[in-house]
């Protein structure tokens, strides 16, 4: 099992007190960015699109526990940016930690060695690590030729001193499922606990506009990924998410389940959508117009999102929230091989270009636009 029983009683209590409070909105886990500034410039992320002044600003240790004990959610994903840029990500990762916080440490390990130091192996702590496919793939989508390599050596290192480790891939159109699937043995291999998964999310920002999906090509090409699965994948996600990804199921955003907070306050509606900010977290609660988002408002920014942020809070909600859910959840887990003949028939299809034939020009741009970006900020 790639989620600690310790890991999943704690949600599984957490979620069963909301529900028998009779909480409507409670938060599962908090998104919290430190600060926005990376060392990468991701061709399909819009996080790192701030002026410079913006980028070199930071959260407060203090900021962060502030806003972990305000929102009071079991878990704390600490995206970015990438967080080892952050001066004191060791004292924020340690006093949340000391508060019995679950940990997702999300990185593009290409300073995990060198910072790995600053951390203590903890079932509490998890690095999730940035990788988006084999090698070509990866580099490719992180605009950085070696990134694979070091992001692995980061992993191997980790995973030698007893850290918990998991990756985190996003996919994007025209991504290959026969490739993905080949990761998925590879990562399986340095020893990881598990693979967290998403679709990408289009953000206006984001310098490719041209490989966000649609929700009825992710559920094709999750489907083909996620069918007809090896006994030796491990997913560090909740198997009701998997099998809505794959088009098996169909949930209801809970926006208010990932929270985010980073140095502009609690931000509205989400992770993923800036639409002004709360000053407290139940400020971001009363205040938002919550009926304004998801799939069913008919808003267009969330016409074709599956994000995990937005969607893995509600099949966690449902999966402990009944009795149907719990049995659900259970058959997932035990019945998860999804022999499928159709999605045989999807792999041997021709996956659409992702790129072309010389990705590495495009690469070295913006590798010299991510330094240069990076240089401005530490000026």
């Keep these: 099992m790639a989620v600690p029983i310790s890991q999943m009683w704690t949600v599984a209590t957490y979620v069963l007190h909301q529900r028998w409070s009779g909480r409507e909105r409670y938060p599962l886990v908090l998104m919290l960015e430190p600060l926005f500034r990376c060392n990468l410039a991701c061709a399909g992320c819009g996080k790192i699109q701030y002026p410079a002044h913006i980028l070199k600003k930071d959260l407060t240790p203090e900021e962060c526990f502030r806003a972990a004990e305000e929102c009071g959610a079991p878990m704390v994903s600490i995206p970015g940016g990438e967080p080892l840029l952050h001066p004191k990500i060791g004292e924020i990762v340690a006093g949340l930690v000391d508060r019995k916080k679950y940990v997702y440490m999300c990185t593009n390990a290409l300073l995990l060695k060198e910072k790995i130091d600053l951390f203590k192996p903890s079932k509490y702590l ?54 993905v699937r080949a990761f998925f043995d590879e990562v399986m291999s340095m020893g990881v606990e598990g693979i967290v998964l998403s679709p990408g999310y289009t953000y206006d920002k984001a310098p490719d506009q041209k490989h966000f999906m649609g929700r009825a090509r992710s559920r094709r090409l999750f489907r083909a990924i996620l069918s007809n699965r090896k006994k030796h994948w491990k997913f560090n996600m909740s198997p009701l998410f998997l099998e809505f990804l794959m088009g098996k199921r169909d949930y209801q955003c809970t926006p208010w389940g990932s929270p985010a907070y980073n140095v502009f306050g609690w931000q509205k509606p989400c992770y993923l959508l800036q639409d002004g900010y709360a000053d407290t977290f139940e400020e971001l609660l009363q205040t938002t117009d919550w009926s304004h988002y998801g799939t069913e408002s008919g808003n267009p920014k969330c016409a074709n999102c599956m994000v995990s942020c937005g969607y893995e809070p509600s099949t966690v909600d449902a999966g402990f929230g009944s009795l149907g859910g719990i049995f659900a959840m ?33 690469i070295e741009t913006h590798v010299h636009t991510s330094v240069g970006s990076l240089e401005e900020t530490r000026a």
């Design 126 to 179: 998890t690095f999730s690590v940035h990788l988006d496919g084999q090698r070509e793939h990866h580099d490719f989508s992180v605009c950085r030729e070696g990134g694979y390599d070091i992001a692995v050596e980061g992993i191997r290192e980790a995973v030698k001193r007893g850290f918990r480790v998991t990756t985190n891939t996003t996919l994007f159109d025209g991504a290959d499922p026969n490739s």
């Design 330 to 362: 259970a058959k997932a887990t035990i019945f998860n091989r999804y022999r499928d003949q159709g999605a045989l028939a999807l792999l041997n299809q021709p996956a659409k270009p992702v790129h072309a034939h010389n990705p590495f020009v495009q």
